[in-house]
């Protein structure tokens, strides 16, 4: 197994562009780290310009051009074979750029991320873009290869490369030309004033960001649009109008994504956010999300870079919370597969992290609350300094932890803690039959499910339960058996669990997914309208009115629009009769910007449209080997959280019944101080699809003949 690495870093730009003091430094460590943590062959480019003392024009073949990005991104992808990793980070300005109209990889809402790299011309050394959707369009290559892909992107903007799912062209052609100038004069958080150099582009000093001059674009023109949403490009396996094989369920994947498992991306910030520098005790300066990265590397020992990005992001997060809560890194891809591994590394998870932070009084607080299932007195494992908190007080997207010897205040560093307990679940009274009091282990197996609430069934048929445990016999096995409260088996479990605690652990799972099932909350402060539409026969359902109905194969768009004036986090999540729970959108959250021309995003004031709603494509199907078996209706349910504040609720994820756990883990992220006093606001709502094989037999209308395929 081969590993590759291409490092970007960019200090270096032309004057007028402001050039930056860190981003060499950045990749500069992480190669380094790179280095004493593989063990496998190494390929490490680095294209670098460092200071105004050593001009890129120097050094072509190291110069971080457009043209040696793309170069080598090339060369990797003819050299690579399947199963190889690619690690790709970049340090440096970012801008957001409109969206290309009628292209698949652009970003319609937000508008798209661009590297400002550099580019060698008859002037000199100047600045050139190298959009986000072009990027994509190479990553997606190596993914389809088979190659284990990771990109860190340490600038600002770096949410816009996540995914676009509406493609649909709006008549957004009200949007004018004129740019609003007057900056505001904002200090950032290291007390740095803005440049305000007259005939400037406004950037601001210790954030990566410089304003989009459409100037470069004319210079040097982004690749062709040959990938038109309409035009169904071979290439374009899994766009939203075709149909892919991995198709199952309700399903839904991004725009120019084949497989997620291959492919990992962590970005500095949401795309209406500025990514920060830090500066070092000793007083060196680097981008945020690579010295946080390098830290939370470092912190989680000698395995640190062979284990589950996981693991390694829930630690990144927690110091993003206690030391930059305005600056909210966004993940898409595996969260489960490792960083850059050996072959023969097997990888095991560390069970649910939550990230916990210290108050300026002291106080410590988690990163879960209601929406999360948390109670009061749920016991937490803060990893770091070894001590067990328990809950004292739950808001609806954080909680107060009480510890008996808390850190001093001012010293914490943001640690990640493990849930020991899970309280929430008691309201599922689980019933053991009579018959097992006779086994003395029955007693310390329910003694260590504390947070389950388990008794003894003395009279089958009075005892109210959700769940009941039975013993069952026959002539050629022995075991336990899970039924509902009304003593009927369930179905997709299997039949005959060998051992008791198999059964609690069944149990269990059937308890959190009947909880996260019946999470409902409307909120009084979140203004949006959420509908699910049937392509196909064009009807539509809105909120509350969430009993939906499809045909095996439908097409449904869950539409959400932003009609307040708050920016807003959506998550998805499929409930599925499996009892898998998944996220739909592969990542940490959504952001859905309010309707109309972009507002202040982080002190930077951009001119351009933006849409307030956004667009998801869901196919509706019912799973082969269920139609094999003779199925002809099938239920699916959509979850679907908004919130004020980025959160994450990926603790909630399940897998199928049966397969390993897959240690899911929350990603929370804080928030700009001002927005605290609303931002524990959440709401969460269901769709139920009941899905049929013959849309005839089930009396369903006809296709719509103006419904598209």
């Not at 007390?191 to 210079?219: T, W």
């Not at 990230?355 to 607080?365: F, N």
């Not at 307990?421 to 086994?439: E, V």
């Not at 609690?504 to 909350?521: C, I, Q, S, T």
Request: proline share 5%; with cysteine; net charge negative.
């Amino acid at each position: 197994m081969t590993h590759y690495a291409l490092l970007v870093g960019i200090d270096n730009y032309p004057k007028k562009d402001h050039p930056l003091d860190s981003c060499a430094r950045d990749v500069r460590e992480i190669s380094k780290c790179l280095e004493q943590n593989t063990a496998a062959t190494l390929h490490t480019t680095m294209l670098v310009a460092a200071t105004e003392d050593d001009p890129p024009a120097m050094h072509q073949e190291r110069m971080p051009s457009y043209d040696n990005v793309m170069l080598v991104l090339r060369q990797i992808t003819e050299q690579a074979k399947k199963g190889d990793f690619v690690y790709i980070h970049y340090s440096g300005h970012g801008t957001r750029v409109p969206p290309r109209r009628r292209n698949a990889f652009s970003n319609h809402n937000s508008g798209d991320l661009a590297w400002v790299m550099l580019q060698d011309s008859k002037d000199g050394v100047r600045i050139r873009y190298l959009h986000g959707s072009d990027l994509a369009k190479k990553i997606k290559v190596m993914v389809e290869m088979g190659l284990q892909v990771t990109m860190v992107l340490d600038c600002c903007h770096s949410g816009s490369v996540m995914r676009d799912d509406d493609d649909d062209d709006d008549d957004d052609d009200d949007d004018d030309d004129d740019d609003d100038d007057d900056d505001d004069d904002d200090d950032d958080e290291n007390g740095d004033d803005q440049d305000n150099d007259e005939g400037a582009v406004p950037v601001y000093r210790g954030k990566r960001y410089l304003k989009y001059d459409a100037g470069v674009d004319e210079a040097f023109p982004p690749e062709p649009n040959e990938e038109d949403i309409n035009d169904h490009a071979p290439a374009l396996t899994t766009l939203p109008g075709t149909r892919h094989k991995a198709y199952r369920e309700a399903s839904m994947l991004p725009n120019w994504m084949v497989d997620p498992q291959g492919f990992f991306v962590i970005a500095a910030c949401g795309p209406h956010e500025i990514a920060f520098h830090y500066t070092s005790a000793h007083r060196k300066k680097y981008g945020r999300l690579s010295y946080y990265l390098i830290e939370a590397l470092r912190d989680s020992g000698p395995d640190g870079f062979r284990g589950q990005f996981e693991d390694i992001y829930e630690r990144l997060r927690a110091k993003f919370l206690q030391h930059s809560p305005t600056q909210n890194p966004m993940w898409y891809g595996a969260k489960q597969r490792e960083f850059f591994r050996a072959d023969d590394y097997a990888c095991q998870g560390n069970g649910s992290l939550y990230p916990v932070t210290q108050r300026g009084d002291g106080r410590l607080q988690l990163e879960g609350g209601e929406a999360h299932g948390v109670c009061i007195n749920d016991e937490f494992e803060i990893l770091e300094f070894g001590h067990s908190a328990v809950v004292r007080e739950v808001r609806g997207l954080t909680s107060d932890l009480y510890v008996k010897h808390p850190p001093d205040a001012g010293t914490g560093q943001g640690w990640p803690a493990r849930a020991r307990t899970k309280f929430s679940l008691h309201r599922y009274p689980i019933q053991l039959n009579r018959n097992l009091q006779g086994d003395p282990s029955i007693f310390e197996k329910i003694h260590k499910r504390p947070w389950l609430s388990i008794a003894f069934d003395e009279n089958e048929q009075q005892s109210p339960s959700s769940f009941r445990i039975h013993p069952v016999s026959s002539p050629k096995t022995a075991g336990y058996e899970v039924r509902d409260g009304s003593n009927i088996a369930f179905e997709h479990v299997n039949a005959c669990l060998q051992d008791l605690d198999h059964a609690m652990d069944v149990v269990e799972h059937l308890a959190k997914f009947r909880l996260f099932e019946e999470l409902r909350h409307k909120s009084s402060t979140i203004s949006c309208d959420v509908k699910l539409k049937n392509t196909v026969t064009r009807k539509t359902w809105s909120y509350p009115n969430t009993e939906v109905e499809a045909a095996h194969k439908d097409r449904m768009n869950l539409i959400i629009e932003n009609t307040g004036n708050d920016i807003l986090y959506i998550h998805l999540y499929n409930l599925l009769p499996s009892w898998e729970i998944k996220n739909m959108l592969k990542g940490g959250y959504d952001v859905l910007q309010t309707k109309g021309r972009s507002k202040d995003s982080g002190g930077v004031k951009e001119s351009y449209h933006v849409q307030g709603g956004k667009s998801y494509k869901i196919d509706m199907n019912i799973p082969k080997d269920l139609i094999e078996q003779g199925q002809q209706e099938y239920v699916d349910t959509i979850k679907v959280l908004v919130t004020k504040r980025p959160s994450s609720f990926e603790s909630w994820r399940l897998p199928k019944m049966g397969d390993a756990p897959s240690h899911e883990k929350p990603t929370l992220r804080g928030e700009e101080e001002k927005n605290m006093g609303n931002s524990e606001d959440w709401m969460a709502l269901t769709f139920t699809v009941h899905i049929c094989k013959d849309r005839a037999v089930a009396g369903m209308p006809p296709q719509s003949q103006s419904a598209t395929a």
